[in-house]
Nanobody, 122 residues
Framework: QVQLVESGGGLVQAGDSLRLSCATS????????MGWFRQAPGKEREFVAG????????YDADSVKGRFTISRDNAKNTVYLQMNSLKPEDTAVYYC???????????????WGQGTQVTVSS
């Protein structure tokens, strides 16, 4: 059974940083593309960042480019999202997702975590 468990969310002020973690199990992690998505109240879920199985390729949404960094530790079956210079518009539930394959995409993910809330106050 595949499980993805996010952690690290919380309430911060604008300009602060947070690091989200997503621990996985039951997944061939080192062969999976990993991604982070978010969903704000009243909005559709949107892609934030993705990383290839090796970590050699990453892709960030324009809205977070230069502020967020996705990384992974294949030895720990964990993917991270370092979020710097947070803005109130980053407030959302953040979801970790896994995709069987080698190409980083913005959709088509097979497994999802339960989400972690990030709230940025102004």
């Amino acid at each position: 059974q595949v499980q993805l468990v996010e952690s690290g969310g919380g309430l911060v002020q604008a300009g602060d940083s947070l690091r989200l973690s997503c621990a996985t199990s039951g997944l061939t992690f080192s062969s999976s593309v990993m991604g982070w998505f978010r969903q704000a109240p009243g909005k559709e879920r949107e892609f934030v960042a993705g990383i290839s199985w090796s970590g050699g390729t990453t892709y960030d949404a324009d809205s977070v480019k230069g502020r967020f960094t996705i990384s992974r530790d294949n030895a720990k079956n964990t993917v991270y999202l370092q979020m710097n210079s947070l803005k109130p518009e980053d407030t959302a539930v953040y979801y970790c997702a896994a995709r069987v394959g080698r190409v980083v995409t913005t959709n088509g993910y097979d497994y999802w975590g339960q989400g972690t809330q990030v709230t940025v106050s102004s």
